[in-house]
């Protein structure tokens, strides 16, 4: 199985584990090997190719024997406001760009059709053709295996969690303005009655392209800037490599 479905079975099975742990379906559901969410584990490295040089206004430059967990943190910036269901007003610096795709990953409504199509409405670029149906049609194939009905929200009572770590950002342009964004995460459930997850998802990894368009940042997924898109080195807070590869720890603004 590769690595990405491994991912997206490892997802689905884990949402069940917890839908079933709070008593929220019933058991003896077998979960399909699809979710589609482009996400993928850090355990194993994945071929460099096309690799850009690293954002230099978020990438710190210093010794060559700093990690990131020892090397100076990416300080997102901080929104102005919300607007449907997504933290908004983030500045046209490459700062900008990836705060906006850390908060919209931290934000997505995964797991709730409705609400991830509004968010997804708002953030998608009009140039990505068939994006938010893409991604409205996975949330509902996790929905179905997970047992719920294809539409809807997300279980009462049952809260997801998900806390990126680092990113890894690339310019894709010479002007700076569309910006591949990697991300380091992890995601954890709350449970109706309280209860944390006991098995939550860690060192997952998953990108973003994100462009400058009429005053915000927006995802995208155009032809033009997918056929160069990176893999990174495996993010490992203190690792060497990784912090030569661009992975640069990241910290909310206060």
Sequence with gaps: MSESKTHKARLTL?????LVAGGLIGGGITAAMMLGDGST???????????????????????????PETAR??????????????????????????????YF???????????????LDAIVSPDAEGYVDQKISEVRKLREQAGLPPSGGTPAGLTFTTSVNAVRVT?????????????????????????????????????????WQDGAWKITNEPKYWKKRSRPLPYFPDDHDSWADGWRQVRHAD
Excluded: C
């Design 14 to 18: 884990a949402v069940i584990g917890v």
């Design 41 to 67: 584990s850090n355990r194993t490295a994945p071929s460099v190719t096309a690799s850009a040089k690293p954002s230099p206004s978020i990438s710190s430059v210093g010794e060559t024997d700093w990690t």
């Design 73 to 102: 943190k990416v300080i997102l910036a901080k929104p102005t406001g919300q607007k449907d269901g997504l933290s908004v007003g983030f500045t046209r610096k490459n700062q900008g760009g990836a705060s906006t795709a850390v």
């Design 105 to 119: 990953w931290e934000e997505y409504a995964f797991l709730d059709d409705q609400k991830a199509r509004q968010q």
């Design 171 to 211: 310019s894709m342009d010479k002007t700076g303005h569309v910006l591949q964004v990697w991300m380091n995460y992890d995601r954890y459930a709350t449970k109706a009655d309280g209860a944390p997850d006991d098995d939550p998802l860690r060192d997952q990894e998953t990108d973003l392209i994100v462009k």
